[in-house]
């Protein structure tokens, strides 16, 4: 059965902390993975694609890698405004349809 | 841009009513698709719709009920929704749905609360 699992649950960092989300996956092939950011009560907002492992992608304070089991998303020296909830998704190789997969999100609270 | 909208933003109703949630892109994107996402848990795909066709439902209740009629709008007709159904809905659109890695973008959002 396809799964994903983020780790840790929830995550409190003091302001320039930096650390490590992970995103460890189980699917029959994969196609894709994202991360997304949700802030309360908003829709998810598209972080970035990877496709294969080996794959990095940055933007600002984060950084994206892949793995052939995981994925991990770097916050260098957070602010008070990264606090959110960052999503992981798959995509599994045999999708006609698109269909996501989600993890269970990671919770960022940054604090001054 | 990579904007999808979504209307109204909340909405409160009764049991017995009729009401519609519309989702709407200009990004030429030819996959839409229906989440609901309850507190503190994922997004749960509902409906995907690739070329204004139906393709996928998650063996959604027929309470609920998806109609594309163009490539841009997306909308979810509701009737005789229970308290449970509350939840954040969220519309997203991809370039294309199937075999192909396509990013989902999406919407802010409809909150729906049922009386």
């Known amino acids: 059965e396809d799964q994903v699992t983020q780790s840790p649950e929830a995550l409190r960092l003091q302001e320039g902390e930096s650390s490590s989300l992970n995103c460890s996956y189980t699917?029959?092939?994969?196609?894709?993975l994202f991360w997304y950011r949700q802030d309360p009560g908003k829709g998810p907002e598209f972080l970035f694609t990877?496709?294969?492992a080996g794959e990095e992608k940055e933007k600002e304070r984060l950084k994206a890698t892949l793995t052939k089991k995981e994925s991990f998303l770097h916050i260098t020296a957070p602010k008070p405004e990264d606090s959110a909830t960052y999503l992981c998704?798959?995509?599994?190789?045999?999708?006609?349809?698109?269909?996501?997969?989600f993890g269970q999100g990671t919770t960022l609270q940054v604090k001054p | 841009d990579t904007e999808v909208t979504q209307t109204p933003k909340h909405l409160v109703m009764g049991m017995t009513n009729k009401k519609s949630l519309k989702c709407e892109q200009h990004m030429g994107h030819r996959a839409m698709y229906w989440y609901k996402q309850k507190a503190k848990k994922p997004p749960e795909l509902m409906f995907v719709y690739s070329y204004e066709k139906l393709s996928i439902n998650e063996s959604v209740p027929s309470r609920f009920s998806p109609e594309c009629p163009n490539s841009s709008l997306l909308n979810l007709h509701l009737h005789a929704l229970q308290p449970e159904d509350s939840a954040l809905y969220l519309c997203?659109?991809?370039?294309?749905?199937?075999?192909?890695?396509?990013?989902?973008?999406f919407g802010p959002g409809t909150r729906l609360t049922v009386l």
């Open positions: 998704a798959v995509q599994a190789a045999r999708s006609n349809t698109g269909k996501l997969i």
């Open positions: 997203a659109s991809s370039p294309l749905a199937g075999p192909r890695t396509d990013t989902q973008y």
């Open positions: 699917v029959s092939g994969l196609r894709g």
């Open positions: 990877l496709y294969s």
